[in-house]
């Protein structure tokens, strides 16, 4: 029997696919990485995943998982061919377990589905990504994603309870427990969550869930620079408080969500931070007070949202800021290189400057914006991509950026994930501990089968 047969004896002739222009689709995801996939399989069960991957292990076939294409740095793209194992269709939330403040859930349940089906209940799953309407929670564990609100509530790892993998060779596990605490062996929900699809391929997972904040509030404080603003994030930090988010947006995001949306209206100034408090009312009230105190002698001007309407508009307008900035010339696209850095907190100020000199030395426009109040920086660049020169341009300055961030005690990645994009640069980051990744790998995929080529493994 050929091998696309067999894997239509396992899911169904519909749910496998050689097409051309289906494969096409799913040999890229939002990064420049790209690799054409030979097969489509799209299973519903975790017992269909258990069994493609022994089929694909006995004959040393390529599977790279895929959830709803959202990455950035070519996590989900089949950079050896074989088979792309689209999870969107395993979308189910088994048990809503509020009692013991958890959710049971499938790979292909979409993030903000999960948080409209927890809403009437008074609780949320906190990890808050950008893409939040349309990512899928296998995705946000395979890259420990977080987003905005990880200031206060931090990454992905610490809500994953349990997660159920299915091994290279089709052995299916349990990593943890449905308790809030287990020390029982190794944390293997913690060496899983982060691979990237690299060491095994998650089928399920008990998520710990978080109750509703009673309220919330935002805060807009304008600076006059960037460098400014990277030294209140510091002083506000260190006063004691910590808000539940901590966004920056530069002039140039400014002014591309003003093109966006003109009735945002935000302030025409060199930089904004967006702040967020949330608690009872009365932590909120004290939260804008303490901001307030410990912004006032660098900011231009602090303003508290009115309502909590005006609170959702900012956000909303925060979400858009990474596509809207090709509304600054209709000549140039957005292109997602060097964009995820890292720093420790006291190194922001220098990272922000060093931002703006390299986008001076290449004459490259960069807009910096993103999760500021742990460090991660967005820095958005906009090219003619028709122009070979701008794409040569753009390279070097992504490079120097991650080489930069490195050198300040940083990560290349704070939260998009390595992929295909950042590789090269995890020796230089981690030094001896990435042959400790390499081992590690050996051991629980020795014929190398799943997502080969990422992480530098």
Excluded at 79 to 95: A, K, Q, T, W
Excluded at 385 to 398: C, E, H, I
Aim: negative net charge; hydrophobic residues 40%.
């Amino acid at each position: 029997m050929k091998f696309i047969e067999k894997l239509q004896e396992i899911v169904g002739k519909n749910r496998v696919s050689t097409s051309f222009p289906e494969l096409y689709c799913y040999s890229c995801d939002a990064s420049q990485i790209k690799g054409m996939p030979d097969y489509v399989v799209r299973p519903d069960s975790t017992d269909q995943v258990s069994r493609i991957v022994q089929l694909a292990n006995k004959n040393e076939v390529p599977i790279t998982s895929r959830g709803a294409g959202t990455g950035l740095a070519g996590g989900a793209v089949p950079l050896n061919g074989g088979i792309v194992l689209d999870l969107s269709s395993m979308n189910r939330i088994f048990d809503v377990d509020l009692e013991n403040l958890q959710v049971t859930v499938e790979p292909g349940v979409v993030h903000a589905k999960l948080n409209e089906k927890l809403k009437p209940y008074g609780f949320f799953f906190p990890p808050d990504p950008g893409s939040s309407a349309m990512c899928t929670i296998g995705g946000l564990i395979a890259n420990n994603g977080s987003g905005m609100r990880s200031v206060k509530y931090g990454t992905t790892s610490r809500y994953a309870l349990n997660l159920e993998v299915v091994m290279a060779d089709g052995t299916v596990i349990n990593t943890g427990s449905k308790t809030l605490k287990t020390v029982a062996g190794y944390n293997l929900t913690g060496l899983m969550v982060g691979s990237e699809g690299t060491l095994g391929i998650i089928t399920k997972a008990v998520l710990k869930v978080a109750p509703l904040p009673k309220a919330r509030s935002v805060i807009l404080a304008s600076f006059e620079n960037s460098e400014l603003a990277g030294n209140a994030v510091v002083k506000t930090l260190s006063s004691g408080i910590v808000p539940s988010a901590c966004e920056i947006l530069d002039r140039t995001a400014i002014e591309a969500l003003n093109a966006f949306d003109s009735n945002l209206n935000l302030p025409d100034v060199g930089t904004v931070l967006m702040f967020e408090v949330d608690g009872t009312e009365s932590a909120v009230e004290e939260g804008i007070k303490l901001i307030e105190s410990a912004c006032s002698s660098l900011a231009t001007n602090i303003k508290a949202a009115a309502n909590q309407q005006e609170s959702e508009e900012l956000w909303r307008a925060r979400r858009l800021v990474g596509a809207a900035i090709s509304r600054l010339d209709p000549n140039r696209t957005r292109v997602y290189v060097g964009e995820d850095v890292g720093v420790p907190i006291k190194e922001i100020p220098k990272m922000l400057k060093k931002v703006q000199e390299i986008s001076e030395e290449f004459d490259v426009p960069i807009m910096t914006y993103g999760h500021i109040g742990d460090g991660n920086l967005h820095t958005g660049m906009a090219i003619d991509v028709l122009d070979d020169s701008q794409w040569d341009r753009l390279n070097k300055a992504g490079d120097k950026i991650h080489r930069t961030a490195i050198e300040l005690g940083g990560t290349v990645s704070a939260e998009h994930g390595i992929g295909g994009a950042r590789s090269e640069y995890l020796e230089l980051e981690l030094g001896p501990a990435l042959y400790v990744m390499i081992n590690i790998k050996k051991a629980l995929d020795p014929k190398n089968i799943l997502n080969p080529g990422k992480m530098g493994v």
